[in-house]
């Protein structure tokens, strides 16, 4: 009988399966988007949002409780000051799952784990191609001034044997 057996066992032990959460739980804050397996984003989105409500109610208790998972202290901190402001007026529902389709080398569906309010960062846009009136710059001449000119050493030839 399965009484009282949740969770998915993801081919691990138990503590293969903890130590794989908190790595998936820290690379999520760190980044705030992952790219993972989907039944791996399952199971870590209850774990990563029951730290982030911990977070939002701040406490040095608290903070001990979400460290024995969070170990590197810079990602604690990003949880603690920033994430957790961020989501204080929201009830729950801090990461959202995106299918992105079925791995090439076994076939395995993946998905994106992501904190919701994440922005991508910006690139610079680069100018259109086909905008008309877009000049190039020429390049840029060197000053021969300016560089002495290095004399190229002359070839050594071996001396002939025989």
């Known amino acids: ?33 992952i790219r993972t397996t989907l039944m791996k984003a399952k199971e870590a989105r209850p774990f990563a949002e029951r730290l982030v409500t911990l977070s939002k109610k701040g406490g040095v208790h608290r903070r001990r409780l979400v460290s024995r998972d969070i170990q590197d202290e ?8 920033t994430l957790a402001g961020r989501y204080l007026d929201r009830p729950g529902g801090y990461t959202r799952i995106l299918k992105l389709g079925t791995r090439k080398g076994d076939n395995a569906e993946m998905a994106l784990l992501e904190l919701v309010g994440y922005e991508p ?12 009136g877009a000049k190039k710059e020429p390049p840029k001449k060197k000053d021969k001034k300016a560089e002495p000119a290095a004399k190229a050493a002359p070839k050594r030839r071996r001396a002939a044997t025989g």
Do not use: C, I, W, Y
């Open 74 to 81: 810079k990602v604690l901190r990003k949880l603690f000051n």
């Open 1 to 33: 009988m399965r009484h009282r057996v949740a969770g998915r066992k993801l081919g691990r032990v138990t503590s293969h399966k903890l130590a794989t959460m908190r790595n998936l739980a820290t690379s999520l804050f760190e980044h705030e988007r």
């Open 121 to 132: 960062p910006k690139q610079d846009a680069k100018p259109d191609k086909s905008a008309k």
